[in-house]
């Protein structure tokens, strides 16, 4: 178990230690224990591609995933290898996933969150990188590395919609005592 201000991976999972991150209905959990406006949204779309790095809308902050995604209901963000490092970019598992998703009636965004600025650099202390997160709206959570399958990524999306909302308002008996 790894921890670093706010945000911790504990078998695979990331999850905060502030009950007010995941807590909030109106928008995605950060992972990212700061609110980092570093970098605005570069808008690349992937490319299919031999040279293709990014999947969906490039992010410089997790700050910037509640207006980026404001229209979806979940999302999958690409954590690419550190730079300098290559390996090989998910983009068709994470579309297959995504069309998935959106056959149950449900948005589904893709991003990549860019390396170097501080919040991959918070969670890449924290989970294997290249790697996924799945986050649900108003629910949670889930990380995906290693080997990044169709299958896992809608495992990661149950898990992150099947997050406790813990926390003022989400009903009794919610948390331990």
Known sequence: MLAAAGVMVVRGMVKSDKG???ASTAGFANP???QSAAGGADTKSDAAGAGETTVGTTLGAFAELNTAAAKTDAVFVFLP???G???KVPSAPMKSAARAIEAKGMKCGLFTLKPGCADYEQI???MSVPGVLALVKGRGMSAVSGEVTEAKLLQGYVAAGSASKCGP???AGCCPK
Request: glycine share 12%.
């Open 20 to 22: 007010s991150t995941q």
């Open 32 to 34: 990212a224990a700061t």
């Open 81 to 83: 290898a550190r730079e």
């Open 85 to 87: 490092t290559s390996a």
């Open 124 to 126: 890449a202390k924290q």
């Open 169 to 171: 308002g989400a009903g």
